[in-house]
Structures are given as C-alpha cells and as structure tokens.
C-alpha cells in the first residue's frame, strides 16, 4: 500500500468517525457520546493496570466489555422509552451521567493502581462517591 493510499484510508476512517459522532451528539446530546469516551478510557486504563499489577485476564476481560456493552443497550433502551413516552432526554441523561460519574471514579483507580498522583482528583472521588452513598 503506497503513501496516497494510507493517507485516504486515514482520513476515511476519520470521516466515518467524526459522522457517527456528530449523528450521536446530534441525537442525544453530549452525555452519551462523553460516557463512551469514558468507558474506552477506563477500558484502556483497567489493562494498563492489570498488565502492572494483577496480570491481564482475557476473561476478566470479556465480562469487563460485557458490562459495558450491557449499560450502553440499557442507556439505549432508557432514551427511546422516555423519547416514545414523553418525548424528552433528561431522564435518559440522567442515567447516563450517573454511569459517566461511575466511569470516572474508575479512571482515577486505575491510575491509582497505575502508581499515578491523582492528587485534587481524589478530592472529587470522594465528594462523588459520599453523594452516591446517600449523604
């Protein structure tokens, strides 16, 4: 494959990308599209930190994606039921920003497994995590 055609290859898949994206935020708003993001990310920092620390494991894995992928048809699901009922998405983003809050606090462990100072970022853990214990 010559140059020309990586680059047209490159920037095709860039432009499939950046049309499913728009279509997203387009549709939903910008809380879905934030929580995939957070999910690649807590994804790609769970086996950075489970290759330093406990070893990858394809199944942990596997079950870790199918949570994921799991949350995503259930957000679906929570979207379309409140736009077929009510004709809004608050409920839906609601939903969604809780998952994206779960998401994070997972980010900032791993780099915390990873040896990574998250210095201020555990001040807003724990605010996050004492507002999800009810208090």
């Known amino acids: ?17 950046g ?3 728009s279509f997203i935020v387009g549709t939903m708003g910008w809380a879905f599209p934030t929580l995939l993001v957070m999910m690649a ?14 070893g990858l494991s394809s199944s942990r894995g ?9 949350i995503l048809i259930l957000i679906g699901a929570v ?3 409140e736009r077929s ?3 809004t998405q608050h409920l ?13 606090i997972s980010l900032a462990e791993n780099g915390g497994k990873l040896g990574v100072n998250i210095g201020p970022v555990k001040n807003i853990i724990a605010v996050l995590k004492e507002k999800g214990d009810g208090k």
């Open 19 to 21: 049309t499913v994206w």
């Open 92 to 104: 839906g983003d609601g939903v969604t920003i809780a998952y994206i809050i779960i998401e994070f």
């Open 62 to 70: 596997r079950e870790g994606f199918k949570k994921k992928v799991y």
């Open 41 to 54: 990310a807590d994804f790609i920092t769970g086996m950075m930190a489970g290759s330093k620390n406990e």
């Open 1 to 17: 494959m010559d140059g020309n055609k990586i680059v047209l290859f490159i920037k095709s898949i860039f432009t499939a990308l």
């Open 79 to 81: 979207y379309l039921l």
């Open 85 to 87: 009922i009510f004709g």
